[in-house]
């Protein structure tokens, strides 16, 4: 990541790292999208003087160009602080900056198994959203001590009191000590570090015991190869120790070790309570999964740390280039995504509508997002995005079980027996005056409501619902019903059968295999006709009629047509300005290449995705 | 190659009519001298780079050429004459319009050479001419085309149509009247919202609502019965004449011949050094006259066009043409068979629409393609 800059050249050993457990707080932050987590640990790099001004940027910790634009963090990151207490003792703080978004909820929870404690940071003006609540609950099963900090203070809108109640009733944290700061204005940061040493506790670990190390987080850097993040929670880790991956059995040298100041900074060991890196010559982190436990080689620890889960993709797509000869600079670029990203899949798959691409899997919709746009801004291919389908559970009448990522792939229904599909349980908070259009978008995507609560004048829902149902736009409807003031936090919650129908899309009696796509049967007719009317509107008009059509094998559901070429007479005076009339046809002409030929009909690629957005 | 055609371009009117975006401005007072002068220049310009070419036509267009002292319009028409070789039949055209400041000096012009005349009449409806913005009566345009007609060996009018809620019997009795008046050339204009117009903010807000489609289409197929029934032809999509009566100024353009455009804002079409160059002048009139003073020219661009470009811009005019375009002549003018220009599929296609057909070896373009020649040339150009 952007941070290395030392690695390799610094003098080496740099400086020992082994603080007395006693002087060690790993913590995390957690905190709703814009509560103010990255200003806080802005404010604490600062006032621990870990980076100079001149390197103090804001919001160090978010380095990717999408983090730092969606404001959201992909990868765990860290930063050791060095703090000068009131107790005159000097500890070594290791924040440990985590992803805040749903679809990375393993990563989340992982980096939450590498600390003690967490700040909850919550917005005074705001309260408790969906989001603070899905993180303060992982945290309290990760064992986390907790400390409440109240954000924003400074703000007229404020109202501590009424949040340290609401934090009390909802998430039952006491707030008696809860902190309150401006992280903006910087107020009480002092309050915040002084709670971090005297209310979190300092890590556990027996340095003579075999190795134990939580794999935090892992990326690729081009110097320095695959750079992992751990968190020592038994032995040590020094260079040249031959160490190993419990999961995958992977046995590797370790080249260098060393923490984050923020900068990578090498160091001759990491001990118990420690976290740091270390590198060792790993090739992609495809090899190091998330949660895996390293030991030594040499003297095994007899079980790895719990926990450990094998990312899956809930979501797959099809991804094509939009010019056929960037096929195989696609999959050089997912290649080379892969490398830093191991919860990302991809294999290659044929389409008759557009041709060779590749079927990608991703932890959510988020993740899908911005790996598409890493796709293009990074390695400029423009793609067409099939819409995205969950990943179905496919029953045959022989028995067999299979996973169905593709709705085109599905097998006839005279061999199917029964299909399952993924749900989630979600939790929404809302204001009350939207709360009735909530539960009817909940009801109409098919949920099963477990919970229905108020935390002051704010809803609070729990649904069991379809991920089929949730994964297209139901975000987008959420925000819209709510005028942005629902949040909406999920988990997984496990398989049940369904009564599911495919539905193909037909275009002038072709079926069109990228807009074919899996519902409920009872939602079926509805959607197959909404779908048929959005094609009407995204296909432009041809030299001829187009039918199109939606089905359920041999059934049609819903039919619209076309028309042919409509009149737009031009008759005007031109003159000799050729060129203005030229560029005007090259426009529409660029307009076309984003099409896609199919039989005879020409699909812009938007079609494929907007075609799919109900509401 | 074909005769060259001269352009000139006058950019002065007296008022700014609000639906159009040519390069026309008004001005208090003008240095008439120093534009000319500045015309003069440019003309020496191009004579000097062009050689003496065949000439076919000079065509002084605007903003408002019968501004003009038709002194000036006889100095630059002996330059011209000097500078390239001017055929016996040398067409020379000067848009009017039927105000009375330039009724009057008709006959003057006629005196400089000027034999045919493009009088701006745009309607004969007094409520439409106000619409339009123009400053001159349906009386004043009758009497300014009466004077023509005896003044000028050829004369052609302009009108627009598909105007906000003009019906078809209106346009049709319009219309008729009009053809009554015996012009041997008409062009017929359906009205378009331009960017950056007082008509296009109107628009915008929804105060101005154009007939469309179907509406518009039918307006268009009633323009072409009107016109046939008086012996006038569509030989372009909207110019309409009696056989032999074409303007040959505008045929050079719609043909992809070579033309040579000067004054501000200015476009020209050049056969140089084996290339075809794009030109353009500055649009601004003072900046454009101060660059002439500077360099000899006011040419803001000079760009060789790829055979790709060629191609699509041939392809534009050609079959907007009744003639339509024939293969040989395109693959000699744009370096590229026609076959290569087109998308086969398409073209498949649209014969079996009846948009597209071959005639005598040349494409062209059928009634039924003419109605949708825009999105047709999109999907048909490659
Ligand atoms: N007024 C005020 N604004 C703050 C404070 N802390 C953060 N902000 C602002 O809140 C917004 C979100 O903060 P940020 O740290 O990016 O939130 P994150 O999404 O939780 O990382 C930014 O515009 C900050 O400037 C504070 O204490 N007071
Ligand atoms: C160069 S212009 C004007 C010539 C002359 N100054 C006049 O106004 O009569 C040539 C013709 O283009 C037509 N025209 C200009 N703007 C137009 C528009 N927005 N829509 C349709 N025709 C237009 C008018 O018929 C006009 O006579
Ligand atoms: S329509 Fe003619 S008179 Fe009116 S502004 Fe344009 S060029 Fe000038």
Known sequence: MILADSGAESPYPSRMTDTALRHIRNFAIIAHIDHGKSTLADRLIEATGALSNREMTEQVLDTMEIERERGITIKAQTVRLSYKARDGETYALNLMDTPGHVDFAYEVSRSLAACEGSLLVVDASQGVEAQTLANVYQAIEAGHEIVPVLNKIDLPAAEPERVRRQIEDVIGLDTSDAVLISAKTGHNIAGVLEAIVTRLPPPQGDPEAPLKALLVDSWYDAYLGVVILVRVKDGRLARGQKIRMMATGAVHVIEQTGVFSPRMVAAADLGPGEIGYITAGIKTVADCRIGDTITEDRRPAEAPLPGFKPSVPVVWCGLYPVDADDFEKLRESLGRLRLNDASFHYEPETSAALGFGFRCGFLGLLHLEIVQERLAREFGLDLIATAPSVVYRIHRTNGQVADLHNPADMPDGSVIDKIEEPWIKATIMVPDEYLGAVLHLCNERRGQQVDLTYVGNRAMAVYRLPLNEVVFDFYDRLKSVSRGYASFDYQMDGYAESDLVRISILVNAEPVDALAFIAHRSAAETRGRAICQRLKDLIPKQLFKIAIQAAIGGRVIARETIGALAKDVTAKCYGGDISRKRKLLEKQKEGKKRMRQFGKVEIPQSAFLAALKTG | ?382
């Open chain 2, 1 to 382: 190659m074909p005769p060259l055609a001269l352009y000139i371009h006058w950019p002065f009117c007296l008022a700014k009519c609000p639906y159009c975006d040519f390069n026309s401005h008004v001005r208090e007072r003008i240095d008439a001298a120093g534009f000319i002068a500045a015309l003069r220049a440019e003309l020496a310009f191009e004579g000097a780079r062009l050689g003496r070419r065949p000439l076919g036509s000079i065509f002084f267009g605007g903003g408002t050429p019968s501004l003009m002292a038709p002194a000036d319009v006889a100095a630059l028409i002996a330059d011209a004459r000097r500078v390239f070789a001017p055929r016996d039949d040398l067409e020379i055209t000067l848009e009017a319009n039927p105000t009375s400041v330039e009724a009057g000096k008709l006959a003057d012009f006629r005196a400089a050479g000027v034999n045919r005349l493009s009088l701006g009449v745009q309607s004969l409806d007094p409520a439409a001419l106000a619409f339009l913005g123009r400053r001159h009566s349906a009386g004043q345009a009758i009497a300014a085309l009466e004077s023509a007609r005896r003044i000028f060996p050829r004369l052609s009018f302009d009108l627009i149509y598909a105007r906000p809620g003009q019906t078809l019997p209106a346009w049709r009795a319009e219309l008729r009247a009009a053809l009554a008046l015996a012009a041997d050339h008409l062009s017929l204009y359906q009205l378009t919202i331009e960017p950056g117009t007082a008509f296009a903010t109107a628009h915008a807000r929804g105060e101005i609502v154009l007939p469309e489609g179907e509406e518009a289409a039918a307006l268009y197929e009633a323009t072409g019965a009107e016109a046939a029934g008086a012996g006038l032809l569509p030989y372009e999509v909207s110019n309409y004449a009696r056989p032999g009566a074409e303007s040959r100024h505008n045929l050079a353009y719609w043909r992809y011949g070579d033309y040579a455009g000067i004054g501000p804002g200015a476009h020209g079409r050049l056969t140089l050094r084996g290339e075809i160059v794009a030109t353009r002048r500055h649009r601004a009139p003072e900046i454009w006259a101060e660059r002439v003073g500077r360099f000899g020219h006011g040419s803001v661009a000079e760009t060789p066009l790829s055979p790709l470009e060629r191609g699509r811009e041939m392809l534009l005019m050609g079959l907007r043409l009744a003639e339509g375009l024939d293969p040989a002549g395109f693959a000699r003018r744009t370096g590229r068979p026609l076959a290569e220009a087109i998308d086969a599929e398409i073209l498949r296609q649209a014969e079996a629409a009846g948009y597209l057909a071959w005639e005598g070896g040349r494409l062209v373009a059928l009634p039924a393609g003419r109605l949708r020649l825009d999105a047709l040339l999109a999907a048909l150009c490659r």
